[in-house]
């Protein structure tokens, strides 16, 4: 059975800064295309980032390249999210993803129902 679990959420104010985590168990990670989505209430999941084996890492560019880094330690079976220069927007609840499937299309990994594995989410709260 493959386990996901974050952590890493916070109230942070806007410009701060916050790193999430995703401890990844039951499968091997390195092989694993890995993917943070996000979703604040009324609205639907979205693609943050992902960390793939072909590719390399992929970044929602409308809402947060430049502000947001995603990386992997496949030693430690863990996934990260570097959050900085938070706005208000960026509230949300904060998912890591796990897919079994090696894609050489980018957009693949942007579509939440091409993830197999999920974990439970943390809250990031930016206030102004």
């Known amino acids: 059975q493959v386990q996901l679990v974050e952590t890493g959420g916070g109230l942070v104010q806007a410009g701060g800064s916050l790193r999430l985590s995703c401890a990844v168990s039951?499968?091997?990670?390195?092989?694993?295309?890995m993917g943070w989505f996000r979703q604040a209430p009324g609205k639907e999941r979205e693609f943050v980032a992902a960390v793939t084996t072909l590719t390399g890492t992929l970044y929602n560019p409308d809402s947060v390249k430049g502000r947001f880094t995603v990386s992997r330690d496949n030693a430690k079976n863990t996934l990260y999210l570097q959050m900085n220069s938070l706005k208000s927007e960026d509230t949300a609840v904060y998912y890591c993803?796990?897919?079994?499937?090696?894609?050489?299309?980018?957009?693949?990994?942007?579509?939440?129902?091409?993830?197999?594995?999920w974990g439970q989410g943390t809250q990031v709260t930016v206030s102004s």
């Open positions: 993803a796990a897919s079994r499937t090696i894609s050489s299309s980018d957009s693949y990994y942007r579509t939440p129902r091409n993830y197999d594995y």
């Open positions: 039951g499968r091997t990670f390195r092989r694993t295309v």
